[in-house]
């Protein structure tokens, strides 16, 4: 047996009996990743990394779209250069991991492998911004960050991850809060358009806010378990970084201004969303629009003359328009049913001898498994409508676990109750805006708060904790 | 006056006064990087960074052609992971970065960041490699790598860089010879084809093999100064580090079996070997293959009516078919020439109120400065034939280059002749294949082995040091 056959001997755990063990089989068994001897370090292998490439691809193309330009930064950032903004070394100076040697030799001074490169960016603008002629920059960057994290998940939080990070800087403080309101935009309707992920936006708590940022804007989004998951992040820097680093232009009248700055970022955690989004006991559910694989063909007894031969001719044709694969190995069918279920390919194409004397073959959804008998004239057209379905029924149900799992909250103990009554979810709450009912409904309640929604709703006048007067709403949960 | 216009005041030192120089200039003033406070790690800025994202589409889709998939491995190496096969530890221990400490503790093992990553892929591959049904694997990594040198120049050799790295387990020793030959000729075919620069093809003599390979396969490309660059190796490790890593697989007759292994690999030192092959007193000349920007449209006279609406129109039109962007800021016209010429745009187009008259434009190559009056009606055509024919000769004039600088040596006094008169370049002479002439070589004359070439000729049958039977021919040279 090999190595693929025998990992779906034994089924993966039910999400009902134990959520966290369900989500480390499926990123497992549907080939997602493997362990390495580094803990906190994953390989993602060739599957999982083909969605992070359709995901590249697709985020690329919206930041190309509006202006940006990618660079390539330095790994590595010296330690005098990462204390020069007071707030952003706090924040992360804790979880950095130190390079002290090259070779043999002792280094003058240690180098932190980037958690995030704003200390970067910012060096560079110094050096080449001058005049208002050279804003804006609209500079983004793929690459790895590390983060020593203490406990560690495939995708959701590991030490070193993938990810993408913006850095902007501007000539005035309206563009660069306009800038971190545009990402932020762009980031939701990525989720929602092409992962079917809907996100609630708003702005973090000043508890809640990046390292160094005026303002961190936020997408959270709901997982099957009820648990919130921070899926981006968007942040406003004012001149706060630039009178750090030193980053002036001087302006139209010849006078020097500080740039006006703005960071933002999402990581290969989208696809721990995506799996805890749309999985389910089978397996993967990927969206169509970063499926590896859109539609896997099945020849059914594939034996009998003139099956293998239709299956590639189909294959071949199909491959003009979507991302198909064929598995014409001698593995049994159930075997290949339970296999590309598990990988969450959205569209099984069967074709057997029966189908083509009709000239038509059958297609069965991954999501909820209907099953069609379509012409092979009609194929093309059928099968993209289908795609186009699938993403949208997984946005609906994805939204409709959300809504189901959205609590209006008026006291601690109403939140304590319909924990304990319905499970975690999201909890909409009124709040003072002071940080100590956010630590104290933490401490009794044990939910977080997630953000300050954009859209607010008027859910009373009195504070969740304090009773006093209520300033805004708030979106509580706990997080991943 | 701005960064922009600041940088074209003065011009680049001309190559034959100081190539290095000439070199270092071109790097900084067409924009391709900046410094950073990181000593021998680089800013790869947008229009260096779009010249990679080229490269790396090209490359990748080679790769994907022949059967190869994309992951992703840690960037981190255990000590004791690197440590097990020993030749490989001896070749990089030398100049790896170590992680010491993550936070505010002290790691119990170091780690060192990727030199490359063999040890990893091995590690992987032992986990997942059981039965024949899993062989071949063909995996590819796109990542960032440090190695610690001692002199660093942007691009050709720097202590981060970007590369891909291609790892293969396959059955058979065969295979994986064929494997390993197959990508140093995907290697060999992208650079003529996409980079217009010509290479030789052979194999590394056993002193200058990669540490733990069992042979090293390595293209070899001759810079305008008559050095050469190793443009690109490809290893065939036999089944050294299956052994070392116990990667075994069950054959068809349930026997175990060591699985036989390649790797191979390019880096952003490709940039490096693009503007040494291309570049002149000018600036830079990118193939249009990867060049950010094929055509430039300078609209001329451009407040006189119609001309700026025209360009933007002819803009609107070609970037279907091309990469093209137009200059209407108010620079002046030659301040523009300048810019476009640094930055090695293939095709500027000029347009102006009497070309709009006229129906037409002109079209100004980068490499040779040929002037065409193209009709509009014919532009698309024109601009893709021109482009053709860039890239030829582009290949042409740095094939003429290596030939003219290729030299035939007998004896080590012909080699300090030939590099006294006519400067540095390829020597092909005789050599007996013993260690210690190879060595004598390099100290007599300052060339060492470039390869010994796949094509080889019968130029004598006497080593060219110590005159003993001749073996096979060699390439020598000095080398970046």
């Known amino acids: 047996m090999s190595q693929e056959q025998k990992k779906l001997v034994e089924a993966i755990t039910a999400m009902e009996d134990d959520f966290a063990k369900w989500y480390t089989d499926i990123v497992k068994k549907a080939d997602l990743i493997d362990y390495s001897s580094v803990k906190g370090c994953m390989v993602i292998r060739p599957y999982g990394y083909a969605i992070w490439e359709n995901i590249q691809k697709d985020l690329d193309r919206r930041f190309k779209e509006t202006g940006h ?18 707030d ?25 492998v980037r958690p995030t490169s704003e200390t970067l960016f910012c060096e560079h603008y110094s050096n080449i911004i001058e005049s208002h002629r050279d804003l804006p920059k609209l500079y983004n960057q793929w690459c790895n960050v590390v983060r020593w994290e203490k406990t560690t998940r495939p995708f ?4 070193e991850f993938l990810w993408q990070e913006g850095h902007t800087a501007h000539a005035t403080k309206q563009e660069a809060v306009e800038e971190t309101e545009r990402m932020l935009n762009v980031y939701a309707d990525f989720c929602r358009e092409t992962l079917s992920m809907p996100v609630v936006k708003g702005r973090k708590t000043e508890s809640d ?12 989004a709901l997982m099957h378990d009820g648990k919130a998951l921070q899926a981006g992040t968007s942040h406003y820097f004012g001149d706060g970084f630039a009178k ?75 491959e003009k328009s979507f991302r198909v694969n064929i598995d014409d190995s001698d593995n049994s069918a159930g075997w290949k049913f339970a296999e590309y279920e598990m990988k969450g390919v959205p569209i099984r194409l069967e074709i057997g001898p029966r189908d083509i004397e009709k000239e038509q073959c059958v297609l069965v959804r991954r999501d909820n498994r209907e099953k069609s008998f379509i012409k092979f004239s009609e194929l093309e057209s059928a099968i993209d409508a289908m795609l186009k379905d699938i993403s949208v029924s997984l946005y609906e149900k994805a939204l409709k676990n959300q809504n189901d799992r959205t609590y209006i909250c008026h006291t601690a ?4 109750n319909v924990l304990s009554e319905k499970g975690d979810g999201f909890i ?8 100590e009912c956010e630590e104290k409904i933490k401490e009794q309640t044990g939910v977080g708060s997630r953000c300050i929604p954009f859209e607010q709703e008027a859910l009373g006048d009195k504070c969740v904790c304090c009773g006093k007067p209520a300033k805004t709403m708030l979106y509580w949960g706990k997080s991943y």
């Open 156 to 159: 959701l939080r590991s030490r």
């Open 209 to 220: 806010k990046f390292a160094g940022a005026k303002a961190t804007y936020t997408i959270e």
């Open 428 to 435: 909409k709450a009124m709040w003072c805006e002071s940080e």
């Open 69 to 86: 330009e990618n660079v390539y930064m330095p790994l590595f950032i010296p330690e005098s250069l990462l204390q020069k903004e007071k």
């Open 413 to 416: 103990d109403e939140i304590i």
């Open 88 to 112: 952003h070394v706090e924040g992360f100076a804790p979880e950095v991991a130190w390079v002290t040697h090259g070779g043999d030799e002792k280094l003058t001074e240690r180098l932190c």
């Open 244 to 318: 750090a680093f030193d980053i002036t232009y001087t302006d139209k009248d010849n006078t020097l201004q500080y740039v006006h700055q703005t960071s933002w970022g999402v990581t290969t955690r989208l696809i721990g969303g995506m799996i805890m989004s749309h999985g389910d006991n089978n397996g993967l559910v990927v969206p169509p629009a970063v499926a590896p694989i859109q539609v896997i063909i099945l020849p059914v007894a594939q034996h009998k003359a003139g099956v293998l031969e239709k299956a590639r001719e189909l294959k071949a044709r199909l």
